[in-house]
């Protein structure tokens, strides 16, 4: 089998058994509601502040909000291959025609479908108490968000190969979970971190798409932030497939 169909096929296996569990995917859309519902009149309440807006709070809360959903439902999918693995699903996968990197391909497609349809629904729900979209900027940014899903799925998806044992996943991603999300300027402006803490929020990739996405809300493409956000993000990715593919040719049945 082709790349192309191999990927199709895993895509289609992948979406139709994690849609009879949708609950993750509903907590993955729950939390940023829940934030924008609880934080975002804390952070209104701040007042003028640097890189805080004096008005028009939830136009600059919502896109760090759908960065941080596109985050919580791509990074945990590695604990998917680890499960399929140990239960020898993933051996029987292998010894089939079908394309190994698909095998990675296939699982992140499904998650950039998801992260779309979360996208959607989230500005939609928002859209009534203020939100304005800029009917362009809105597009460019779900395919950013697309693109960031498919770069954090990969990561975490190489990230389950390589290690393999569960706790030592788990692990990793306690580590890493509080700060990203701290240093990605979603919930409060890097502009208020001390040097030190701006110069870490730098080589966040999750903190340049920040700033993209909230560039595209108001519509401004000539700002450099979206180039950059796409580019940090490709980068992510291609470095993620690379290191994949060789983890996936290196199993051994």
Do not use: C
């Amino acid at each position: 089998m082709n790349l192309i169909t191999s990927t199709g096929s895993v895509f289609d296996r992948e979406l139709r058994a994690k849609i009879r569990t949708p609950w993750p995917y509903v907590e993955a859309l729950a939390d940023p509601l829940l934030l924008l519902i609880l934080f975002a009149p804390l952070v209104a309440g701040l007042g003028d502040m640097p890189g805080l807006p004096a008005t028009d709070t939830i136009q600059w809360f919502v896109p760090g909000m759908l960065v941080l959903m596109a985050f919580t439902t791509s990074a945990f999918i590695g604990s998917g291959i680890q499960e399929e693995r140990q239960a020898g699903s993933l051996e029987r996968m292998l010894v089939t025609p079908v394309n190994r990197v698909s095998l990675l391909l296939g699982r992140v497609l499904r998650v950039v479908v998801i992260v779309a349809v979360q996208s959607v629904v989230v500005v939609a729900v928002t859209v009534p108490f203020g939100l304005r979209v800029h009917p362009d900027g809105i597009l460019v940014a779900i395919l950013q968000l697309g693109v960031l899903a498919a770069a954090l799925g990969i990561a975490s998806l190489v990230t389950g190969l390589t290690l393999q044992n569960a706790y030592a996943f788990w692990g990793v991603i306690a580590i890493f979970y509080t700060p990203i999300i701290v240093t990605s300027g979603a919930l409060l402006p890097m502009d208020l971190a001390p040097d030190w803490l701006f110069a870490v929020s730098r080589i966040n990739p999750l903190a340049h798409v920040v700033e993209a996405q909230r560039t595209l809300f108001v519509g401004d493409f000539a700002d450099s932030s979206i180039v950059l956000g796409f580019v940090v993000a490709l980068a992510v990715a291609a470095a993620g497939v690379l290191i994949g593919t060789r983890a996936m040719n290196r199993i051994r049945l």
